[in-house]
């Protein structure tokens, strides 16, 4: 019973995540953050062969800010719109206070004309603190399989 119930925590937190980043609510998106956490993002080979080289790293959620504000404000992008299909997560470790688990992930995006492509596929390797019924990210890994982004990582996936 547990179990499920960590599940269903963790496929909701999940579905919010992904709502957030779909519905460009990106300030909103940064309150799922500790204020001290971790966001990286790196490639799947990175990740095999043990390099620390990330694609995007915020070392805690005033980062996480800064980048938002940057991607609003001071970056030319490519102008779409996002799209996430996340997997049934796989929890790894819960306690009381705090949640491990794993889900794969697909981003699509699609640009001002109409036209859908896959930007991102890979998995989200998350640690949560749970704060009441609430959980919030401490370190949230990025593990892309698609390690060759066409486009500037300007928007967190």
Not at 40 to 53: D, F, I, Q, T
Not at 70 to 82: I, P, T
Not at 130 to 151: C, F, M, N, P
Request: glycine residues 4%.
């Amino acid at each position: 019973p547990m179990t499920a119930q960590f599940t269903w925590e963790a496929m909701s937190f999940l579905s919010k995540y992904g709502m957030l980043l779909d519905q460009d609510r990106l300030e909103d998106w940064v309150e799922l953050f500790e204020p001290q956490s971790e966001y990286k993002v790196y490639s799947r080979e990175n990740e095999e062969l043990g390099l620390p080289a990330p694609l995007m790293w915020c070392d805690n959620r005033a980062m996480l800010s800064d980048r938002i504000q940057s991607y609003r404000n001071v970056n030319e992008h490519n102008f779409h719109w996002a799209r996430h299909i996340i997997g049934m997560p796989h929890i790894l470790h819960a306690e009381p206070d705090s949640l491990h688990f794993q889900a794969g992930y697909s981003l699509f995006q699609t640009n001002l004309e109409g036209e859908t492509r896959t930007f991102s596929v890979g998995r989200y390797d998350f640690i949560c603190d749970r704060h009441s019924d609430e959980l919030r990210l401490k370190r949230a890994w990025v593990i892309a399989d698609t390690g060759l982004i066409k486009t500037l990582l300007a928007a967190p996936i």
